[in-house]
């Protein structure tokens, strides 16, 4: 008897944006060619999609995480017709020209100008199917079930046909009908096997729309450094392929400068009236909160002069699960504390150790370090205020003269803050963003080698992050991946503390 499919937990309340976050579509054009009976498919000329469904909710995606539910209105309105409550399609949005063959020239005419209701969706793959995990069943299996769901499906839904020929061919056949390529894969493959195509080269990843519109592009937004706003987007969209993990899901506060950072700023909690769709709102606490999940909703709030990006510790699948522990070394206005605060970092990194804690360090992009502790699914606020905490409590009773855990400047008496509080809105600025300081400093992350004397926030700024990137990589990467449990570091806490 074959293997059952593997289920996984995950529950519909979650919702689609969650389900669709545990799906990343199969590249195509694999160097290893598939082995055994293959399966052959024309590939459709559109925008591929992963299309999910939870309970009453679905959503289009593209690769680059951006939204397109709204723009097919008919391919959506399809996908709600589909018998079952949950699941993740891999296809490909087109348009049909008059000899029904796929047009992206059309399908981009069509976007840009308003009429994306009438493209059809061209299903490849199943991933899902109402709480099976189908992805390493094979293909046999995973188009079965496909072709099951899709039958009787409205117009706007088809299974991709397969051709029952000769690669040799089915290559000029397809051509004759303005399909230049096709797409080869393994019958008995499991849905990470290689996707071969064969024909006209696949070319660069094609967008169905620019980057949203610059307004007042040579405008200048820190003055002393003459870095204006064309800089500016330019160096969050080189940056949106890093950055994006550390925004996606998750609340965002957006720190603006409409005129340049020597007059005021303002914090946009609230999705602007008139946004785009692809600027995605989320409720919570009764605020209509703004949520980043592409490079077009990040250049769009740094077009109205969003310079600092601010974050929530917790996703809103989430939300009283923060992903990590945030221990802040503020040194306040005391520019001279520099080297006070490099000791007190060192002291946190030894006792981390101790803890068998990991952590990511990364400057403020001002004055300050923040150290982040990842923490594993399944810990609330408390655990991590109680960590924070008692860290802080050690290292003042460590260095007294040095710390304190006192919010009120005037009750610091010259000493640093560690800052230990964790609740659900409070927000962190995140990794590579900008800060609206002379210098267009950037808060970076960092290795704990770095952290000495002669540590410089100022030398990670908009002009030497991307050449800093590319040599040392995304140093923040193990926040997306929390492990720490922390049950065993609270109980050395408590004996030490005596609590």
């Not at 601010?310 to 503020?330: C, E, G, M, N, T």
């Not at 923490?375 to 008692?390: K, N, V």
């Not at 000493?415 to 995140?430: E, I, M, N, S, Y």
């Not at 002379?438 to 002009?463: Q, Y």
Request: proline share 8%; charged share 25%; hydrophobic share 45%.
């Amino acid at each position: 008897m074959a293997a059952r499919p593997k289920k996984r937990k995950f529950g519909l309340h979650d919702g689609v944006f969650a389900l669709s976050k545990k799906f990343v579509l199969n590249p195509m054009d694999a160097e290893v060619a598939p082995e055994g009976d293959r399966l052959i498919e024309p590939v459709w000329d559109g925008l591929r999609v992963l299309a999910t469904r939870s309970a009453d909710e679905v959503r289009v995606a593209a690769a680059d995480f951006r939204d397109w539910t709204s723009t097919f209105p008919w391919v959506a309105r399809a996908l709600e017709k589909l018998p079952a409550q949950s699941f993740a399609i891999d296809g490909v949005v087109c348009v049909l020209d008059p000899r029904a063959a796929p047009s992206f020239a059309e399908l981009r005419t069509r976007v840009a100008e308003g009429r994306g209701q009438d493209a059809v969706l061209l299903a490849w793959d199943l991933m899902w199917l109402d709480g099976t995990d189908l992805r390493e069943r094979p293909l046999t299996e995973r188009r079965a079930h496909l072709a099951k769901l899709l039958e009787g499906a409205p117009g706007a839904i088809a299974l991709s046909q397969s051709v029952e020929a000769e690669l040799s061919a089915v290559l000029p056949a397809c051509a004759a009908l303005g399909i230049h390529r096709v797409l080869v894969r393994a019958l008995q493959g499991s849905y990470g096997a290689p996707w071969r195509v064969h024909g006209a080269p696949l070319g660069p990843t094609r967008s169905l729309s620019p980057a949203p519109p610059l307004t007042n592009a040579e405008k200048v937004l820190y003055p002393k450094d003459g870095i204006t706003k064309r800089e500016v987007v330019d160096y969050y969209r080189e940056l949106a392929p890093t950055m994006l993990p550390y925004l996606l899901d998750r609340p965002v506060v957006i720190q603006r400068w409409p005129d340049g950072i020597l007059e005021f700023d303002w914090y946009q909690h609230r999705v602007p009236p008139r946004a785009p769709d692809y600027l995605r709102p989320a409720w919570v606490d009764g605020v209509r909160r703004v949520v980043i999940e592409s490079p077009d909703a990040l250049l769009w709030m740094v077009n109205q002069a969003g310079l600092t990006y601010h974050v929530f510790s917790s996703r809103l699948r989430a939300l009283s699960a923060p992903d990590y522990v945030v221990i802040d070394l503020d040194p306040g206005d005391r520019a001279s504390w520099w080297a006070e605060l490099i000791e007190i970092a060192l002291a946190l990194r030894r006792l981390l150790e101790l803890l068998e804690l990991p952590s990511v360090v990364k400057t403020s992009g001002q004055r300050g370090l923040h150290v982040l502790i990842p923490l594993a699914p399944g810990h609330r606020f408390g655990e991590a205020e109680e960590l924070a905490r008692s860290i802080a409590r050690v290292l003042e009773r460590l260095l007294p003269d040095k710390v304190t855990l006192e919010l009120e400047k005037q009750k610091r008496g010259g000493r640093l803050l560690v800052d230990h509080q964790q609740f659900l809105a409070k927000t962190l600025v995140a990794p590579y963003s900008l800060r609206g300081v002379h210098g267009a400093p950037v808060s970076a992350p960092i290795s704990w080698e770095e952290v000495g004397p002669t540590l410089d926030p100022s030398a990670f700024s908009l002009r030497t992050m991307l050449a800093r990137l590319e040599k040392k990589g995304d140093l923040a990467a193990p926040l997306l991946e929390g492990r720490a449990v922390l049950a065993s570091a609270l109980a050395q806490l408590r004996r030490t503390l005596g609590g």
